[in-house]
């Protein structure tokens, strides 16, 4: 075999031996939270009188006073440096979609010189910070005259310790906001949005009685899914590097068709991964549970325990760079892109969710007493009214151009958003919307009419969801999984948006409630009569059906139900007056906040079409291309010879070649003319578009001539690492 690169690396990475374990198999409970400077240990090193005021502040209080902020300050430096930090740093989420950090050293040379050494990390800078903001996306919030932005101490996460270099890092979580107050981040408008949504289920709480719940927190737990690969394959694909998917690689000979991958004995090698990258999360403070192989070859899932939905995103953002770093430790590479391989089912999140208010009982529990029953029904019609009325915003939580490879493609979940309720709740859902005793499918029992008040709701299945992955929003029970997440997204803009609709909903019905009691209606008649209105006005939102199905399209389009395929598309929805007012109604975003957001999603969305083109590019005309064309012309060769022989059998071979040569050159052609076109337009939504209808349509016609050319070309010449070898050797 000829010595190739990816001969050589094919190799090495069959003689692997099977990896052995790198963590330290110590028990869970010994390292849960050794790493974090939690609430638990803050009151065990501050002042009683500080960590009251800091535990109120955390639960919706007043913000913290300067006092106590250098008093907290000083315990986390000195808990810090105990446990061998040297720097520490303001930790946020700008719009990029990533999280930054910007590392400064607790010890500091004085300036008087004399060889001394100093350590100053006041309250002050516990509280802001000043990071050099003019490199990160603001969609035109920040102008240059105003470029600074402030960083600030969120308290309700954690801070916690990350090892790297010879010491550790004190890590701070931060909103990161403009000069003039703007959001430039994802946590200041999640927070925001739920408060809003805790101040809004508060009022139905109240409602029903409620008078000891202070505060009602989102609770998510998100299942990650990705891809582990070689790395030594990785390092040969710079399109996996660069852009995170392959734009070029013929499918596998073997897919997930025979679905023995799916739960499938994991291997020794990604077994010694996960296990340290589990004993990482725990330190960490990141209750890791549940780990399997997923549908794919090569790919698997991860999934903590439940949170509050801040401390949720920041352990998800967490999870992604701890499984990254320990990948490449382990001599793998973790793709966390939507859509790695084409034609391979891609990865997403599921972001599992549901309220839970301050007594710890969960709000989207059925319950056991009529009471409790019809709270659910109130905040299950409330979740219905959220999707089916801000459809649109939930589809804006989840846009991202590798997203776009998901949703709206042949695979689950669709870009069409509708609810799975199962049988038994659909069924009350309907019986209500028609004030009719239920009777059921054919053949089944009649059921009576759901009397809020004095009827209970049947035992409902908690399984009913595995008979349903297609749909992107289920009732799993007694919490909500939202699907439609892509793998490589920060889970903050979903939340928002959720948060955002389902605060919306609240506040319409319990306006609603409210002023049918007011009036002297019973509470029991009013929430009788809103709910049978609403579960009315909302069941096209209920789909138990097929997803997937073809019939679904047609079927949603008749109920009205968007359908918004792409980024572009969605993004530019985010002006309509609908979808800006759920932003708006409770201050989550303001008006120039929401133009900011579009602006960025629009200019991430190019550049990542941009990148992919220019890959195409490259790697079209100096990987695929000289090793096609080689070979060719050996082919050639030999191909003239045998006609002359009187054999001309091979001229058809070479044929073949020929026309994926061709192809492939003419295409780039096309490739490089469309993409000057659009350097030259100006403004970004013309851009976006262009990128989305001009662009990607090309950049899928070179792979079809060089993955046709992939699989005639001679395998021992081919450059680049295939699929067939990428996604099956762990
Ligand atoms: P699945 O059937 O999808 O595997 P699991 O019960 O394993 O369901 O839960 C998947 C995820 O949902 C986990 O992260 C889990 O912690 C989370 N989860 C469970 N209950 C709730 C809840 N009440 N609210 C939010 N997330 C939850
Ligand atoms: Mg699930």
Redesign the pocket.
Known sequence: MPSTLRNTIRAAVAAEKPGTPAASGASPSEIFGRDVFSMKVMSERLPKSVYARLEQSVSGGEALQESDADVIAGAMRDWALERGATHYTHWFQPLTGATAEKHDAFLTPSPLGGGRIFSEFSGKMLIKGEPDASSFPSGGIRSTFEARGYTAWDPTSPAFLIAGGSGKTLYIPCVFVSYTGESLDSKTPLLRALDAVSRQALRILKLFGNTSAFKVDA?????QEYFLIDRRYYNLRTDLQLSGRTVFGAKPCKGQELEDQYFGAISPRVIAFMTEVEEKLLALGIPA??RHNEVAPGQFEI????EPANTAVDHNMLTMQIMRNTAAEHGFACLLHEKPFAGINGSGK?N???LCDSDGN?L?DPGSTPRDNAQFLVFLAAILRAVHKHAVALRLGVVGAGNDHRLGANEAPPAILSVFLGEQLTEIVESMAEGRSGTGKEGAPKRELMEIGVSSLPKLPKDS??RNRTSPFAF?G??F?FRAVGASQSIAPANIALSAAVACALNDIASDLEQEVQKGTKLNTAVQALLSRLFKEHSPIIFNGNNYAGEWQAEAERRGLPNLKDTVGAVLKYSDEEVKEVFLRHGILNERELHARQEVLLENYIKDVHVETKLTQVMGRSVILPAAVKFAAETAAYAAAAKQSGHPALSRYQALLDAGIEGLLKALDALDAKHLELDAMEGVEIRAEAARDKLLPLISECREYADALESIVDDAVWPLPKYNEMLWQH
């Not at 999934?303 to 439940?306: E, L, T, V």
């Open positions: 609770m998510v737990g998100s299942e549970r549940t999934a903590p325990m439940f599921h599992n969710w549901s969960n989207l969801t595995d799993t007694n919490k999984e």
